[in-house]
Nanobody, 124 residues
Framework: QVQLVESGGGLVQAGGSLRLSCAAS????????MGWFRQAPGKEREFVVA????????YYADSVKGRFTISRDNAKNTVYLQMNSLKPEDTAVYYC?????????????????WGQGTQVTVSS
């Protein structure tokens, strides 16, 4: 079993930055692909970014390329999402997820474990 706890969400003005963290606990969490998804009100959950367990592979949604950066510190079992140049359309609940098969997938069904989510609100 893996537990994921997100933190770092909040309210920020357009053009600002936030850094989200996801702390993982449980067996073998270090060897999992970690991903971030988001869900805005009335919309489906969408893929944001994923990073392989080694950190050697990353995949970004086109909507966040060049603005968001994912990284991980396996010694701390923590994944980070640095979000810069935030836009009002980035407003959503952001979820951290873990994939035990390390497939670096972009679909929610590929992930086994999920955090409770953290709210990010970008004002215009």
């Amino acid at each position: 079993q893996v537990q994921l706890v997100e933190s770092g969400g909040g309210l920020v003005q357009a053009g600002g930055s936030l850094r989200l963290s996801c702390a993982a606990s449980g067996r073998a969490a270090t060897y999992y692909t970690m991903g971030w998804f988001r869900q805005a009100p009335g919309k489906e959950r969408e893929f944001v970014v994923a990073i392989s367990w080694s950190g050697g592979s990353t995949y970004y949604a086109d909507s966040v390329k060049g603005r968001f950066t994912i990284s991980r510190d396996n010694a701390k079992n923590t994944v980070y999402l640095q979000m810069n140049s935030l836009k009002p359309e980035d407003t959503a609940v952001y979820y951290c997820a873990a994939d035990s098969l390390d497939l670096t997938g972009t679909h929610a069904y590929e992930y086994d474990y999920w955090g409770q989510g953290t709210q990010v609100t970008v004002s215009s």
